[in-house]
């Protein structure tokens, strides 16, 4: 869909600008009240707009806010009142500006599957509509969600400049590009974005995120723990604590400090949350998985884990949910749970054509696959598996940081099949991109004592120890 400049409904503007066809002003107040706790994270947004529909029924907007903001969940618990939303829209299209059109041509091709779709008409609305917080925050979420690296950041940078200080919201863009920059490994604008947008807003999980998402990049683990405490005060309270506690534990697992990264585990991570929430169980399933690759006792852990994921196993609705089902599936030898979940995923790819088809089929079997071969003993397997895939990884979804179980799990799978000269490979490529991580220079050790080579070996190792006595 391609807008065309200019809508003869334009009876009022949000608070930057942006054209609203529902007139009355307590409504477009409370549309940014909503946006705000969806930005924020602080608060329950779809109950904030439900109020406002409350009172105002015909107001478009609210419902595609609401449909809208429903489709980050990617859960087939929202799904009904996603849809529920977006058939009141089209109730009121005759009623809509152009703005409005595109964001409801955009839920439209979300619910027909068209991922990428959605994210084009979303743009097409950005780029007439610049100022359009909701189609921002929406354009670079998803991209989060599809994995599109690049998009993350020039979603951001081709409105930049059309944004300052002065326009309410600005401190969510500066956080939005600081994530976009990051990802792309420009790390010293992406925190110095992120740390503007704390200045004017310490209450912004997504920039706090941010800004630890380059600490961990760049392997800053001591001063990641301690941002995340300075600013602890922040983030704990809101919508974002679970991930932020889970980017925490990754600081405290890089360092060899296990014992506080279960005592994480336990406080805020096991049945942490609400009910059915599965962003909150995809950080506990993938912080057990890391553990599990250093053979750490877990105990009971993996079993009530599982125990939340086995009803959504055959849900196939975005193959990010099912690799971090399939972790807990394996880790509990629930071998019932792994085949309905396989069985679900390879009818769907046969038969479904939508955006998550290309996800699962290219990154999602191939990594459940590969977990069932690691935690079956056939690491040779799972290496083949994961080899050829693995600069191909960003089509799963979710962050770099995310990501690196499937490269981590590749890793200690060479080294069980010794492979060694494979794992030596491998376990390089990390300290390069890492070099102050002690857990990399433990693997080129254990890498270098494979093949033989003591002498390297004690060298990686004593380098390995000297980063965690810093």
């Keep these: 869909m391609t807008l065309s400049p200019g809508s003869p409904a334009r009876s009022a503007t949000d608070c930057r600008g942006v054209p609203v066809s529902y007139p009355h002003r307590d409504a477009i107040d409370g549309l940014e009240r909503a946006m705000e706790i969806s930005l924020s994270f602080n608060g329950d947004a779809v109950a904030e707009i439900d109020r406002v529909l409350g009172d105002h029924p015909n107001f478009i907007m609210g419902h595609l806010f609401k449909a809208a903001w429903l489709t980050q969940a990617m859960e087939t618990r929202v799904y009904d009142d996603m849809v529920a939303a977006a058939k009141r829209a089209e109730a009121l299209a005759p009623t809509a500006n152009d703005r409005e059109k595109g ?17 084009q008409i979303w743009e097409d609305v950005l780029t007439h509509y610049p100022r359009d917080l909701l189609a921002l925050e929406l354009v670079h979420l998803t991209d989060v969600l599809l994995g599109d690296v690049v998009g993350q950041r020039d979603c951001v940078a081709r409105v930049f400049n059309l944004w300052d200080e002065g326009l ?4 969510f863009v500066l956080g939005f590009y600081s994530f976009g920059l990051e990802e792309n490994r420009d790390f010293h604008q992406a925190e110095e ?18 800004v630890s998402h380059v600490m961990e990049m760049q392997g800053r683990q001591q001063g990641g723990i301690r941002f995340m405490e300075d600013n602890g005060r922040y983030w704990k309270a809101s919508n974002f604590a679970n991930h932020l506690w889970w980017h925490t534990a990754l600081f405290h697992l890089d360092v060899g400090d296990t014992n506080r990264v279960l005592e ?6 096991r049945g942490a949350g609400h009910e059915g929430d599965k962003y909150e169980e995809l950080d506990a399933s993938a912080l057990l998985w890391r553990l599990k690759l250093l053979d750490i006792d877990t105990g009971t852990r993996w079993k009530d884990l599982a125990d939340r994921w086995e009803p959504s196993a055959q849900d196939t609705l975005y193959a990010f949910n099912d690799v971090h089902a399939m972790m807990t599936f394996v880790a509990d030898d629930r071998r019932d749970a792994q085949d309905r979940l396989l069985h679900a995923n390879e009818r769907y790819c046969e038969s479904a054509s939508d955006a998550n088809v290309a996800m699962s089929r290219e990154i999602g079997l191939p990594f459940c696959l590969a977990m069932k071969d690691f935690h079956e003993g056939r690491y040779g397997q799972c290496v083949d598996r994961l080899l050829p895939v693995r600069y191909r990884t960003h089509r799963l979804g979710g962050s770099f940081a995310q990501r690196d179980i499937i490269g981590w799990t590749l890793l200690e799978a060479a080294m069980r099949a010794r492979r060694f000269d494979l794992a030596l490979a491998l376990a390089n490529e990390r300290c390069a991109l890492k070099p102050t991580s002690a857990r990399n220079w433990e693997y080129v050790a254990r890498a270098f004592r494979g093949l033989g ?18």
């Excluded at 964001?103 to 994210?119: E, K, N």
């Excluded at 309410?168 to 401190?171: A, I």
């Excluded at 080579?453 to 006595?469: F, G, P």
């Design 264 to 269: 994480i585990y336990d406080r805020h991570l």
């Design 193 to 210: 974005m992120g740390r503007r947008s704390l200045a004017m807003r310490p209450h912004n999980p997504y920039a706090i995120h941010a």
């Design 453 to 470: 080579d003591r002498s390297n070996a004690e060298r990686a190792h004593a380098r390995a120890q000297a980063l965690m006595a810093a």
């Design 168 to 171: 309410p919201g600005y401190e």
């Design 103 to 119: 964001h409801l041509a955009a839920v439209q091709a979300w619910i027909r599957g068209d991922f990428y779709g959605a994210v």
